[in-house]
């Protein structure tokens, strides 16, 4: 297994309170999978990506708990050099907002060539031509013209392309992307997933992503884990899930879209609110919002039972609800 | 179409860019809206689409007023709201209302929800007499399905669902006819969008209003709309009922952008065919000649260049589904999106 995270556990503290972000994630992906995580806005994705990269913000965050093995070594116990060195050839990752996650004082040939004179010790003009490679593979048109170019000068998709160029220059065997496309029109969402997904192929990486778009997960994963209040409820190869879905919260998510090949009745609506971190529900997180909830539900967490192999779903009854 | 309630004809906005300190100079103009026209029937939904910067928000922002049209008519009820001014034009403006995208940024974090539903009635005192005002605030919140016990807290103790819904109170507190409703649920969850676009559909039952529903998302707008109009760099590429544009596209530009949008099927992987465009939208202030979507468009040819698509019915199809409004010199049929599998309890039962 390229990346495996095992009983993940990250909180905040805030003014008000201790925020339990991240309760026990547990997902993994291999080489050349595409992992798609799914969840609303505050269920944790950017969070445990945070975790797995390094990048978390602490203090307030910390992580309270579990394992984030690579390539089968432990993360969070090795020297801190080491985790450097493993992070920095290993994994590499994708933000949604790629004007801000540039620097945009220094034209984009800079900041990409920068990659290989810091980590390969190239020179200065080697890195360059590194550069406009990284910019043909990744189809920016007159890549040669445009390498002094800074990023304000790009269109969205362009910058966005020119993150996965980053991303890849040094043969990361991970990417992680975080909502790349949310911030894109959809038929420039189509070409840059379209470009992720040709080079994922190619290289046989292991990819990462995090959306709240069951369309784009349809499209491009293999595999899919859905998260509520900071843990996985449902994961699942993405066939399956869809088809029928073994936890009522990715049920719900999935009657709840409107679909383009027909314009349907009333949409189910899940009801309610998502929970507030500083007082998760006891017992099932779902539980407040779940039609099928019942009085075990509120006295005890369900555990990621495994419902079929490469399946799991973290409610009492998945058969009843794979079955209805 | 029955006798329309709004009909637009030739808006056009142009924003001046300027250049110069002490002497402004034009020395051009972004082409935000171009030439468009529709109509909206009572108690219909007109569903507004297309990539950002076509100018989406701009015609809003002209139909409820809060920008002038360079050119045009806006004519509510068969009067021309652009040459009103003063009284009459008050009066006319309390019937269309608008919503707006972004539920964290449009309500003011220092006025109560009731403040904020109420302030409508400042303006407009004639509709809600000053003793009467809380007691419809309250019937406003309990429509949208707050609890009317509310009415003292404020926006920041509401999540972008709740808030959402407070903004379509606010839409609501002058009864109008017609909500132009701009993004109201793209900042959403999606559980919570589906709330909220449940809601807006029980209140125009309700209520027989009239939406203008501007969005990007191409699911959404199928669901909530009767009629949909495309648009491209200020203009509308194709218009027709959700079934003529959703089923029937004869535009290519209507046909990439639906084949781009993911279905959430996993098994239509391989039953769809992608239209990747190629390269960006072009800047609003230097459109191309002739057809704007050239530039883009697979199907181009020299004549795209040198003539303005008219927005007409083809003649090649006269008849038929595809028998509605594209502005295209070649415009001919493509179904991008897959007919729908039977749903599985079809096939079980
Ligand atoms: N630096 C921080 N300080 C305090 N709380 C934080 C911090 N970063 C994240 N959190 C909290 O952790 C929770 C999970 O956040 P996270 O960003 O992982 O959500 P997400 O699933 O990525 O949501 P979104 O779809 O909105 O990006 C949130 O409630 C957030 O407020
Ligand atoms: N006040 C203004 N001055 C100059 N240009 C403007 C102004 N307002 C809008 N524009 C330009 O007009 C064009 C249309 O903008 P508009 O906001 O109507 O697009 P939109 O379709 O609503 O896009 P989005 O989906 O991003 O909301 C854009 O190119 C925009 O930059
Ligand atoms: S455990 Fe209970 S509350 Fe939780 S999802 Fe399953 S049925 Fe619903
Ligand atoms: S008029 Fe020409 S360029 Fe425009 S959409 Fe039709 S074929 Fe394409
Ligand atoms: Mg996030
Ligand atoms: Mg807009």
Known sequence: ?324 | MAEPILEVRGLVKHYPLTQGILFRKQIGAVKAVDGVSFGLAAGETLGIVGESGCGKSTVAKMLVNLERPTAGAISYKGQDITKLSGRALKAVRRNIQMVFQDPYTSLNPRMTVGDIIGEPYEIHPEVAPKGDRRRRVQELLDVVGLNPEYINRYPHQFSGGQRQRIGIARGLALRPEVIVADEPVSALDVSVQAQVVNLLERLQGEFGLSYVFIAHDLSIVRHISDRVAVMYLGRIAETGTDTQIYDHPTHPYTQALLSAVPVPDPGARERRERIILTGDVPSPANPPSGCTFRTRCWKAEARCAAEVPLLAVPQAFPSGPAAHPSACHFAAEKRVVPPAPPTPGDADG
């Open chain 1, 1 to 324: 297994m390229l990346l495996e995270v095992r009983d993940l556990h990250v909180e905040f503290k805030t003014r008000d309170g201790v925020a339990k972000a991240v309760n026990g994630v547990n997902y993994s992906v291999d080489e050349g999978e595409t992992l798609a995580v799914l969840g609303e806005s505050g269920s944790g994705k950017s969070v445990t990506a945070q975790a797995v990269m390094g990048i978390l913000d602490v203090p307030p965050g910390r992580i309270a708990g579990g394992e984030i093995l690579f390539k089968g070594k432990n993360l969070l116990t090795m020297k801190e050099e080491e985790r450097r060195r493993v992070r920095g050839a290993g994994m590499a990752m994708i933000f949604q907002d790629a004007l801000s996650s540039l620097n945009p004082v220094l034209s984009v040939g800079a900041q990409l060539g920068e990659m290989y004179e810091v980590h390969r010790g190239m020179s200065r003009k080697d890195a360059r031509t590194k550069a406009v490679e990284l910019m043909d593979r990744v189809r920016i048109p007159a890549a040669r013209q445009r390498v002094g170019d800074y990023p304000h000068q790009f269109s969205g998709g362009m910058r966005q392309r020119i993150m996965i160029a980053m991303a890849l220059a040094l043969d990361p065997s991970l990417i992680i992307a975080d909502e790349p496309t949310t911030a894109l029109d959809v038929t420039v969402q189509a070409q840059v997933m379209d470009l992720l997904a040709e080079l994922q192929r190619e290289m046989s990486m292991g990819l990462i992503l995090i959306t709240h778009d069951l369309g784009v997960v349809a499209d491009v994963a293999d595999r899919i884990a859905v998260m509520y209040a900071g843990r996985i409820v449902e994961n699942a190869p993405v066939h399956d899930l869809y088809a029928a879905p073994a936890h009522p919260y990715t049920r719900g998510l999935l009657d709840s879209i409107p679909r383009l090949d027909q314009k349907g009745q009333d949409l189910y609506a899940i009801k309610g609110l998502p929970p507030n971190l500083l007082a998760i529900p006891a017992g099932c997180a779902f539980n407040p919002r779940c039609p099928m909830a019942r009085a075990a539900c509120r006295a005890e967490v369900p555990p990621l039972a495994d419902v079929a192999p490469g399946r799991a779903s973290a409610c009492f009854f998945w058969k009843e609800c794979l079955g209805g």
